[in-house]
């Protein structure tokens, strides 16, 4: 039976849009699916604005991934769009979405990826042990495609699900909370606010209880506006129901409103007003994919080493309690790189599927470690390689590390470089 392509991969952020070009680029045909009208996830529509695990967390910051996440550092820099390395808690660099979006654009368009905007999967079928076709709707209606492989980069595991694949939601002892990315505007560029000055101010504002969650979080301020994004408000919700979503959505957005007071009453923040807020909720962790291998904590504590490395992680494990609204960090060991295999990233039952980004198989502490952006790049690479690979019969661990390595992607230590603060 004839296929409509190799690859299908749903969702559009930043590890489906890297597993979409790795495929294509590997000569793969393949169809993007992303619901929103631009590629980037959360860094495009949800105010994300810092790329973590781009870079290990010591003293001296070394860039942790090369391949498809390096270009993008690279085509940031020639927009003007990317800081150099910042801190809190751990290391990252703020840029610039618009200009996110468009490298985006030109990476899918130079590789020829057939990209859907708009489009919302809504089913799959099986044939057999494997996924068979995906159902996605648009304006236009409902529309089945087929391929020998596919990637799932949605974050809530909405192909997987569909697909009859195994999945879980979170995991046994917890699910990291969700937080709303507000931007405010009006604070002149020379003014510097600390986490310090934020939770001062929303103590002095003796909200009542259950008007605001997080006092505490970190500042992020744009490269060409000066404009300032925090991470405060959250919520507890299940992103696979629509009404509990609608309901956090709605309280974050109230919660906006009430941190501006707040911002208002420090000292340069005066003329503070609100931007945007997300336009959509930050979901950190949803479903997984059940997969061959579950990364853990003590794999990262005690430096395992993986026969399947396809990344290096370098960020830590950073949870969000859905109880207290307190976060955490915990460090990977001397703040450096850590091994990622494909086999977390391979579902456990479904031969052709595999996943990067937030749905990549990890534990609580594993998991939040490697869900991030920058890393999801990575892993997402290593996806579309592989089910490039699969697509085409001729799958194994073996050739798909020696494509990643051909490609740039950083796989050991000793790859990675140091990078000007």
Request: net charge negative; aromatic share 8%.
């Amino acid at each position: 039976m004839s296929t409509d392509y190799d690859v299908i991969v749903a969702g559009g952020g930043t590890a489906g849009t890297a597993a979409a070009i790795a495929a294509a680029r590997d000569g793969a045909r393949t169809l993007l699916i992303e619901r929103h009208g631009c590629l980037g996830g959360a860094a495009a529509v949800r105010n994300v604005l810092t790329l973590c695990g781009l870079y290990t967390l010591g003293e001296t910051a070394h860039q942790a991934v090369g391949g498809i996440p390096g270009e993008v550092i690279d085509r940031l820099r020639q927009f003007d769009a990317i800081t150099p390395p910042q801190r809190f808690r751990g290391v990252f660099a703020t840029f610039e979405p618009e200009a996110l979006k468009r490298i985006f654009d030109q990476m899918t368009e130079e590789a020829g990826v057939d990209t859907r905007f708009g489009a919302f999967v809504t089913g799959a079928t099986r044939d057999g042990d494997r996924i068979a076709s995906v159902r996605y709707a648009d304006h236009g209606g409902e529309t089945t495609v087929t391929a020998g492989a596919f990637v799932d980069c949605t974050g809530d595991g909405d192909m997987a699900a569909h697909g009859g694949a195994s999945t879980r939601y979170g995991n046994e002892d917890g699910v990291n909370l969700g937080t709303l990315g507000t931007r405010f505007g009006g604070i002149p560029k020379g003014v510097t606010v600390t986490a310090q000055q934020i939770s001062d101010a929303v103590a002095a504002r003796g909200f009542p209880p259950g008007t605001v969650t997080k006092d505490r979080c970190v500042i992020v301020r744009l490269p060409f506006s000066g404009d300032m994004v925090v991470y405060l408000a959250s919520a507890d919700y299940d992103p696979r129901d629509a009404g509990s979503l609608s309901r956090a959505e709605a309280d974050t957005r109230r919660q906006a409103w009430a941190y501006l007071t707040a911002i208002q009453t420090i000292e340069g923040c005066e003329g503070a007003y609100l931007v945007s807020t997300g336009p959509e909720i930050g979901t950190r962790e949803s479903r997984h994919l059940n997969c061959r291998t579950r990364l853990t904590w003590d794999d990262i504590a005690s430096r395992r080493s993986f026969d399947d490395c396809i990344a290096l992680g370098a960020w830590g494990a950073e949870w969000h309690d859905r109880d207290s609204f307190v976060s955490s960090f915990d460090y990977p060991p001397d703040k450096a790189t850590y091994q990622i295999p494909l086999s977390c990233l391979h579902s456990v039952d479904t031969p052709n599927l595999f996943c990067a980004g937030r749905l990549a198989d990890g534990d609580r502490k594993g998991g939040a470690a490697i869900r991030v952006m920058g890393t999801g790049m990575a892993t997402g690479q290593a996806a579309g390689i592989a089910a490039s690979l699969t697509a085409g019969g001729a799958f194994s661990a073996v050739e798909t590390i020696d494509r990643l390595r051909a490609a740039g992607a950083f796989l050991t230590p000793e790859q990675t470089f140091p990078v000007p603060a």
